[in-house]
Structures are given as C-alpha cells and as structure tokens.
C-alpha cells in the first residue's frame, strides 16, 4: 500500500476585530469585519499548502488512518470537555524533519490567529468582561505556549485553534456584556455608587468609545456622590419647610446632573409647594385692592394667581367682578371719548372708541350703531378724497359717472358736518367741469380720412367741428399710398376753441 502524505489537522479560525462603532450595529459590523480578515488568513494558508505540497509528497513517510480522523475531537468539544490535555508521546528518534517543520508552520499559524484574536479582544477589556471564558482561553494559550517550546507542535497547533475558537465565542457575546455594563452602571447610578458606575461605564467605552449612552453615563458617575450629597441636603431643608434652601439644593444637583431623576422629582415637588404660597399672597393682594377700588391692581394680582393656579374657581369668581366693575366705568369713557370725535368729524377715531366698547360688550346697540356710522362716514370720505386729489379720472365716462353718484349719495348721509359739506361742493364743482364740452375745429384736405378716438371715425372733409369733454384725445389720419399721421390733443377745462390740422402728406 503506498504511503499517502501527512496532512495536518488543524482547523482554521477566523480572527475578531475590535469593536469601535457605536452600540446597536456594532456587533453585525464586528462579524463582518471578523470574516473578511478569516478569508484573508485562510487564503494566505492555502497558498503555503499548495507551495509545499510537493515536499510533501516526496519525504513524508506517515499517514492518518480514517479511524484515526474519526475518532479525534472537534476543538470545541475538547474546550468543553476538558482544561487541558496530556502531551503526546515523544516522536521516536529520526521522525521525519519534513514532517515537524509542517507541524511547526501550521502551529505558527495558529499561534498568529490566537494572538490576533486574543490582542483585538483585549483592546476591548475583554479580560473585565469574559470572566471564565477569557481565563479559559488565556489558560489554553499558556499550555500551547509550553507545547510549543517542547517542540510538540500538532498539540500546540490544537489547543491555539481551541484557545482561537473560544476567542470567537466570546467576540460573539461582546454586545451582550455591554448591554450588560450599561445596566449595571445605571443601577450605579441610581444607587449612588460613583466608583461602580465609573468602572463598568469606562469598560463599556473600551468596547464602544463613542457610545453617548456610555459617555454620558461615565461623565454622570464623576459627579452622582456629589449630586446624593445635595439631594440629602435638599430633603432635610424640605423636612424643615425650608423651601427656598430646598429648591437650591435641588437646582445644584440638577446643575451638576441634568439626568438626576430624584433631583428633578425634588425640585418638582418643592416648586408646587412654592406655588401654592405666590398663589394665596397673589389672592389675598388682588381681593385688598379691589375693595379699594383699584381695579387695574387687583386684576394684575389676580391674573398672576391664575397663572399659578389655571383651574381655579376661586380667582374665576374673582376676576369676573373685577372685570365687571373696569367694564362699567370703561364703557362711559369710551363712549364719550366717541362722541367728542365724531362732533369733530374725526371718524377713525370715534370708531376706535366704539369698537373698543364692542369688545366689552358686542351687545350694546349704541356701540353697534356708532360702528356703523362710522363706517359709512369713512367711506363716503375715501372715495370723495380718490375724486378729489385725481380729478384727471374724471376723463373717463365711467369714473365720472361714479363720481356722479358719489355726489347723489354724499348728499343723503347723516349727520354731514362743515368738513363733509364742503368736499361735497368741491366734487360737485369738478363734475360740472368735466361735463362741460369745448369747442374743436379740425382742418383736412378731403382727401385724408380723419378719426378721432373714443369719438369715432369722421371721414374726408376739409373742416370738421365737434365738442369734446375735457381729456385727452387721439387724432389719426390715413390715406391711399401715403404715411398715416397721428396727433395726440390735450382738451382742458377753461379753452374757448382749439384749431388742429390734419393732412396725410408723405408719400410711401
């Protein structure tokens, strides 16, 4: 039967990477990086395997047998079932060298993966976390190690693969522990044990140093004896109804914590009891000075006791007869200052008064009617002040119609006072100017045909006379072969006559 060449059992282990991302992706990112490194290594053996098969198949003389591959344990089966393991019998005298250099090259292989995997989880406190696994796997190293320095290199290579397996079981629980040191530093916290918190939050920044909950975490332990401390101090100033000393305390702790949930409860609760004092001082003051008749400061005191108290009968109650008291003596004021303004024609005024009454009461029909009044008034001087200051509109047949009715309806309003009449006569003044026709003369050579926009098309004479309303007109004239002219006349009131020419006279 020929000899077929020894190959090596080892089994091949991906080595871990540190984890350095935040919590929550960190351990996919972890796994993903672990397994691109392994088939970085399993390449890189593979490679040796094939450069020295040829050696191998030359000058190696022993062979395993399949019951013997059979009956060899996994690595993690023997991690678990067992510490350590005996050392193999000395190979006898002459063993092939080609064989123990292989030995040698596979167990330096896995002596590197070990190390790799076994450095990455220390850059990870793994030794604060993995309790007997680490020790485990560190104990399996230091019997490689001694195996190794014997020259026993298939068993050393075994147990750096064993001792390489558990590395990887515990990179696998490394987002576990640190959920695990998040909580154990919180309940820290919340008991006030600063050296605790510090400790499991600073092992878990190792495994995720830009995690916020473990920084924050970290930054509170600095300070939570501190924050007890004052928190004490709060409570027993609270126990005396020493409340302002209480709510320092309170604010301090807070201050130096802004996480502290028994500071915040604290300070919650002492505000309340402060409230409730400002609320009966505020009470009290607003109810003085409204039996003085000082309405404006019982109801600033009043208001400020609702603030304090939103849903209280007590200040509703209260307030109602304050404001109805400010509303009876506010409602005269108002409707004389309305008064004064509207005998003056100031009608912007006088409807500022009313609608302020109507705020008080939208019921008080003197106020309802002087709005309305008011209103119309304003009006009526909008449009008359349009007409007045651009008379030009009137130009047009449609303004100046409206200016028309404007006049009509002027007339009719009540009460007109002098200033009212007298826009009134003024508009009427304009009208009858604008209506007033004057007298144009239009020269031709029967021979232009002559038009006159927004009048018409007057045809080919040699004189023309028409009346045209004061404005601005457009004359045009055209003619067979010859350039069109185009004159543009100002009518304005006041001209006796105006005399205009128009003659096509350019040839094309």
Same mark, same amino acid.
């Given at each position: 039967m020929k000899d077929v060449p020894a190959q090596p059992i080892a089994e091949t282990i991906t080595p871990l990477r540190t984890i350095k991302k935040?919590?929550?992706?960190?351990?996919?990112?972890?796994?993903l990086r672990y397994r691109l490194k392994g088939l970085t290594v399993v390449c890189a053996f593979i490679l040796l395997i094939i450069g020295g098969g040829w050696l191998l198949v030359f000058l190696s003389k022993k062979s395993f047998l399949p019951e013997d591959i059979a009956n060899t344990p996994s690595p993690v089966e023997a991690v678990r079932s067992e510490k350590t393991i005996e050392p193999p019998p000395e190979p /006898?005298?002459? =063993?092939d060298s080609a064989q123990l250099e292989l030995e040698k090259t596979g167990a330096?292989?896995?002596?590197?993966k070990y190390l790799e995997a076994k450095g990455e989880l220390d850059q990870i406190a793994a030794s604060e976390w993995g309790e007997e696994s680490y020790l485990e796997m560190t104990e399996l190293g230091r019997q490689a190690d001694a195996r190794f320095m014997e020259k026993q290199y298939a068993p050393a290579s075994e147990l750096y693969n064993r001792a390489t397996i558990l590395a990887a079981e515990l990179a696998d629980r490394t987002m576990d522990a640190f959920g695990r040191l998040l909580a154990e530093g919180q309940k820290a916290l919340d008991d006030g044990n600063g050296t605790i918190a510090q400790h499991n939050f600073s092992v878990a920044l190792k495994i995720? /140093?830009?995690? =916020?909950?473990?920084?924050?975490?970290?930054?509170?332990?600095?300070?939570?004896e501190t924050v007890m401390q004052l928190i004490g101090s709060g409570q027993q100033h609270e126990a005396n109804s020493a409340l302002s000393l209480a709510r320092s305390d309170y604010s301090k702790a807070l201050e130096i914590d802004s996480r502290s949930e028994k500071a915040r409860l604290g300070l919650n609760r002492i505000n309340t009891l402060i409230k409730e004092e400002q609320f009966q001082q505020s009470m009290s003051g607003g109810l003085a000075a409204f039996h003085r008749k000082d309405y404006k400061s019982a109801r600033t005191r009043l208001l400020k006791a609702r603030s304090l108290k939103p849903g209280s009968r007590e200040v509703s109650d209260a307030l109602f007869q304050v404001d109805q008291a400010i509303r009876m003596s506010g409602i005269d004021s108002l409707r004389l200052a309305a008064q004064t303004a509207?005998?003056?024609e100031d009608w912007q005024k006088a409807l500022k008064s009313y609608l302020a009454v109507l705020d008080i009461d939208k019921n008080l029909q003197f106020a309802v009617r002087g709005k309305e009044r008011a209103l119309e008034q304003i009006h009526i001087a909008k449009r008359l002040h349009f007409f007045l200051t651009k008379p030009q509109v009137l130009e047009s047949e449609s303004q100046l119609k409206n200016a028309i009715l404007l006049v009509m309806e002027a007339g009719e309003i009540n009460p007109r006072g002098p200033m009212l009449n007298a826009r009134i006569k003024k508009l009427e003044h304009l009208v009858e100017v604008a209506?007033?026709?004057?007298?144009?003369?239009?020269?031709?050579?029967?021979?232009?045909?002559?038009?006159v926009y927004r009048v018409g098309k007057l045809g080919r004479f040699s004189v023309h006379q028409l009346e045209l309303r004061p404005g601005t007109y457009t004359v045009v004239g055209t003619r067979d072969g010859y350039q069109d002219v185009r004159q543009k006349i100002v009518v304005k009131p006041g001209l006796q006559s105006l005399r205009i020419t128009v003659k096509c006279k350019v040839k094309i």
């Amino acid at each position: 039967m020929k000899d077929v060449p020894a190959q090596p059992i080892a089994e091949t282990i991906t080595p871990l990477r540190t984890i350095k991302k935040k919590a929550g992706s960190d351990r996919d990112r972890f796994k993903l990086r672990y397994r691109l490194k392994g088939l970085t290594v399993v390449c890189a053996f593979i490679l040796l395997i094939i450069g020295g098969g040829w050696l191998l198949v030359f000058l190696s003389k022993k062979s395993f047998l399949p019951e013997d591959i059979a009956n060899t344990p996994s690595p993690v089966e023997a991690v678990r079932s067992e510490k350590t393991i005996e050392p193999p019998p000395e190979p /006898p005298p002459g =063993a092939d060298s080609a064989q123990l250099e292989l030995e040698k090259t596979g167990a330096e292989q896995n002596l590197a993966k070990y190390l790799e995997a076994k450095g990455e989880l220390d850059q990870i406190a793994a030794s604060e976390w993995g309790e007997e696994s680490y020790l485990e796997m560190t104990e399996l190293g230091r019997q490689a190690d001694a195996r190794f320095m014997e020259k026993q290199y298939a068993p050393a290579s075994e147990l750096y693969n064993r001792a390489t397996i558990l590395a990887a079981e515990l990179a696998d629980r490394t987002m576990d522990a640190f959920g695990r040191l998040l909580a154990e530093g919180q309940k820290a916290l919340d008991d006030g044990n600063g050296t605790i918190a510090q400790h499991n939050f600073s092992v878990a920044l190792k495994i995720a /140093p830009d995690d =916020a909950v473990a920084q924050q975490g970290l930054k509170r332990a600095e300070t939570i004896e501190t924050v007890m401390q004052l928190i004490g101090s709060g409570q027993q100033h609270e126990a005396n109804s020493a409340l302002s000393l209480a709510r320092s305390d309170y604010s301090k702790a807070l201050e130096i914590d802004s996480r502290s949930e028994k500071a915040r409860l604290g300070l919650n609760r002492i505000n309340t009891l402060i409230k409730e004092e400002q609320f009966q001082q505020s009470m009290s003051g607003g109810l003085a000075a409204f039996h003085r008749k000082d309405y404006k400061s019982a109801r600033t005191r009043l208001l400020k006791a609702r603030s304090l108290k939103p849903g209280s009968r007590e200040v509703s109650d209260a307030l109602f007869q304050v404001d109805q008291a400010i509303r009876m003596s506010g409602i005269d004021s108002l409707r004389l200052a309305a008064q004064t303004a509207e005998r003056s024609e100031d009608w912007q005024k006088a409807l500022k008064s009313y609608l302020a009454v109507l705020d008080i009461d939208k019921n008080l029909q003197f106020a309802v009617r002087g709005k309305e009044r008011a209103l119309e008034q304003i009006h009526i001087a909008k449009r008359l002040h349009f007409f007045l200051t651009k008379p030009q509109v009137l130009e047009s047949e449609s303004q100046l119609k409206n200016a028309i009715l404007l006049v009509m309806e002027a007339g009719e309003i009540n009460p007109r006072g002098p200033m009212l009449n007298a826009r009134i006569k003024k508009l009427e003044h304009l009208v009858e100017v604008a209506q007033t026709p004057l007298k144009i003369t239009i020269e031709s050579d029967n021979l232009t045909r002559v038009a006159v926009y927004r009048v018409g098309k007057l045809g080919r004479f040699s004189v023309h006379q028409l009346e045209l309303r004061p404005g601005t007109y457009t004359v045009v004239g055209t003619r067979d072969g010859y350039q069109d002219v185009r004159q543009k006349i100002v009518v304005k009131p006041g001209l006796q006559s105006l005399r205009i020419t128009v003659k096509c006279k350019v040839k094309i």
